[in-house]
T-cell receptor
Framework: GEDVEQSLFLSVREGDSSVINCTYT??????LYWYKQEPGAGLQLLTYIFSNMDMKQDQRLTVLLNKKDKHLSLRIADTQTGDSAIYFCGIWRNKLVFGAGTILRVKS | DTEVTQTPKHLVMGMTNKKSLKCEQHMGHRAMYWYKQKAKKPPELMFVYSYEKLSINESVPSRFSPECPNSSLLNLHLHALQPEDSALYLC???????????FGPGTRLTVL
């Protein structure tokens, strides 16, 4: 089956950059997603990248994809307290398979 | 309208009750999904409807019964649930089966 792994916890200071990492096993994945989930809420789609791209930037968010190492990362520039949440990477392989989620805590 | 709505927000039911969860979107999306999310875990896919037809059932117990009355509505009928079915139930939709999915806020279900 599809394995998607994420580090479980990241703590950063307000104003710093955050980098959340994700690794996966299936190299035939086409679309790769990042979702944000705040307490008691549903998942909010942040951004996604197609597998033929290396990088995608959207305001404070930068997604990097290293297909050779099967590694996906999400960089959040100038991290704010409102960015505190759980971040899920999702890999498309006939269905959306999520990693376990990374808890981001932003200290003011 | 660019959101997925779900009702109710919270639901408490006994093991002998019958209840339904509702999901609605008016984005013209043709694929709709039910996910189950336990605390501190990622969402797990339960069902997929594509063009109002059930296309994926992830071996979900028959006490969960999905229904797609039209392209904008998705229901999940619940009957004879167990306490371990308590979870956040998320609905999602996408333009097509291969497009990005947009999630609703979820229904927090507690089975007593």
């Amino acid at each position: 089956g599809e394995d998607v792994e994420q580090s479980l916890f990241l703590s950063v200071r307000e104003g710093d950059s955050s980098v959340i990492n994700c690794t996966y096993t299936d190299s035939s994945s086409t679309y790769l997603y990042w979702y944000k989930q705040e307490p008691g809420a549903g998942l909010q789609l942040l951004t996604y990248i197609f597998s033929n791209m290396d990088m995608k930037q959207d305001q404070r968010l930068t997604v990097l994809l290293n297909k050779k190492d099967k590694h996906l990362s999400l960089r959040i520039a100038d991290t704010q307290t409102g960015d505190s949440a759980i971040y899920f990477c999702g890999i498309w392989r006939n269905k959306l398979v999520f990693g376990a989620g990374t808890i981001l805590r932003v200290k003011s | 309208d660019t959101e997925v709505t779900q009702t109710p927000k919270h639901l408490v039911m006994g093991m002998t009750n019958k209840k339904s969860l509702k999901c609605e979107q008016h984005m013209g999306h043709r694929a709709m999904y039910w996910y189950k999310q336990k605390a501190k875990k990622p969402p797990e896919l339960m069902f997929v409807y594509s063009y109002e037809k059930l296309s994926i059932n992830e071996s979900v117990p028959s006490r969960f019964s999905p229904e797609c009355p039209n392209s904008s509505l998705l229901n999940l009928h619940l009957h004879a649930l167990q306490p371990e079915d308590s979870a956040l139930y998320l609905c999602a939709s996408s333009l097509g089966s291969y497009n990005e999915q947009f999630f609703g806020p979820g229904t927090r279900l507690t089975v007593l």
